[in-house]
């Protein structure tokens, strides 16, 4: 089951947006950099099929490491889970949960973000 722990989801200034939302075709992810509690960190930008758009730091709680294979690339299963790149722990993409993989159980570190003026903003 997915988690919605929005104790953990972190925040940060939302002074410019992180990519404009035609940048983000449905169903796919996005790598960008954001500052959060001033420090610059990698997300995972994702906009599901329904338009929702989520975000995750771009760190593996497996083992810390980027899930991408190259900056922006990400593996997707055929049933829709976010696949590291590094040793294939595969999460789904609503409340970022690994259901399969070295770190199953573990989720991703959600990040807060909205939608507006054409673009996906840090809420
Ligand atoms: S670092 Fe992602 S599965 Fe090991």
Redesign the pocket.
Known sequence: MASEDVSETLTGPASAPLLALDALAPGTFAAVDALLDGIEEPLILHRAADGAVRAWLNV??????R?DWAPGRFLVSKDGLLV??????AFEAVGGVCEA???RGESLRAVAVQVRDGAVWLA
């Not at 593996?60 to 490491?65: D, N, Q, S, T």
């Not at 590291?84 to 722990?89: D, F, K, N, T």
């Open positions: 593996c709680p497996h083992a810390g490491r899930l590291c790149a590094v040793h294939g722990a993989g070295p770190c």
